[in-house]
């Protein structure tokens, strides 16, 4: 490691020691080269600074196109983004190389109408970045949500030729699933891309989910199914999450159906994922039925079999469900908790109140105080 560091300065006890010149003393002769290996060792801003400020500087090389594309990721890499823009606005002439440099480390920061702006200059001069840069461009589009933007982008991009480079698609896809863009746009970059492959078409399906896209994510589903691509257990919990928020029950026992004929109803998340589903759209029959075939029951099933009793207005059938989990073997915790005193409350009837805290204590929990402090919540509404 030596032999990378400058004649300006040397390395004792693991930290980079900067050597002072005399007045007199003609600077040694040192390359760019130098320099870019001494910032890879860089890991304190200080000792960063005094080598920009006393050998880069010192020695005419700050105008070094290279070196100050270093210098602009090593200043971003210690969080000093705010330096990193001064190098870059210190260059007289930047490149596409500097240009990019500073894209990404903009849109890393998340300052995307900065990357806007910046990328808008550099196509100004005819300049466009590499194409591993535009991915930070284009989801400085999707962040902001500004669809103008986005499709005057993917227009230089298909003239580029980069829209087959797997980032660019990839990031192409999400701004028109998060801007809304038009499905035939999205559709033709994703039959494109993706073709069968299974990560790609999930990883697209809960990006809609995440983004309140709940339609959408039914819509490539389909498309999916079309290109003849498998679905997977993460598939099916990201489309039944997509019924509870359009409130679809007829969705929501479509996507049932669908688990039963592709046998994922052994899946235990598939499973639970639908018991929640069913309780969130007040189907409190068919979550009984679900609940009832489930061979393989944790405590999280059991929690949201308990609540669905309690929110459909059946208190004592929740606390009936609760006492057989107890006796399942299952052990209770704080969200078990809620729903018991919740029923206890409404059922005004502090003996099942006492029944679990007699429980609680016997058992052991590390939910103990919190339970306590609901019970008493509880008591000052019910007669004792």
Request: aromatic share 10%; hydrophobic share 40%.
């Amino acid at each position: 490691m030596l032999g990378l560091l400058p004649p300006a300065c040397s390395l004792q006890s693991g930290h980079v020691k900067f050597l002072r010149f005399p007045a007199n003393q003609t600077r040694p002769h040192t390359t760019a080269t130098h320099y870019f290996s001494l910032l890879n060792l860089c890991e304190n801003p200080q000792h960063l600074q005094q080598i920009h400020a006393r050998y880069i500087i010192l020695h005419g090389l700050h105008q070094n196109l290279t070196l100050s594309s270093k210098l602009i990721d090593s200043y971003a890499n210690l969080g000093l983004l705010g330096l990193s823009q001064q190098v870059f606005n210190s260059i007289t002439t930047p490149n596409s190389l500097l240009y990019g440099t500073i894209l990404k480390n903009l849109s890393k920061f998340g300052e995307y109408e900065k990357t806007l702006l910046v990328y808008k200059q550099m196509a100004l001069q005819s300049m466009y970045p590499a194409e591993d840069t535009y991915p930070f461009v284009i989801r400085s589009c999707s962040c902001l949500l500004d669809v103008r933007s986005g499709e005057k982008i993917h227009a230089q991009v298909v003239k580029l030729g980069f829209d087959s480079f797997d980032g660019v698609g990839d990031a192409l896809v999400e701004f028109y699933i998060k801007c809304d863009g038009g499905f035939e746009n999205e559709k033709g970059m994703i039959q494109r891309k993706f073709k069968d492959l299974k990560s790609r078409w999930n990883s697209l399906i809960s990006l809609a989910v995440q983004n309140g896209k709940s339609e959408k994510s039914f819509e490539l589903f389909k498309l999916m199914r079309m290109e003849g691509a498998e679905f997977d257990s993460g598939t099916l919990i990201n489309l039944l999450r997509s019924t509870v928020e359009l409130k679809s029950l007829e969705l929501g026992r479509i996507v049932h159906c669908v688990a039963v004929v592709s046998d994922f109803c052994k899946d235990l998340s598939v499973n639970t994922a639908l018991l929640f589903m069913y309780s969130k759209l007040a189907s409190l029959e068919d979550a009984k039925m679900l609940f009832d075939k489930m061979s393989d029951k944790d405590r999280v099933v059991w929690n949201i079999m308990i609540s669905a009793y309690y929110q459909s207005g059946f208190p004592k059938e929740s606390l009936e469900l609760l006492m057989c989990m107890a006796r399942s073997g299952v052990r209770a915790d704080l969200f078990t908790a809620i729903a018991a005193v919740s029923s206890i409350s409404t059922m005004k009837n502090i003996e099942w109140g006492k029944q679990m805290h007699a429980n609680v204590l016997r058992n052991g929990s590390d939910y103990q105080c919190q339970f306590i402090i609901l019970l008493l919540t509880c008591t000052a509404n019910v007669r004792i």
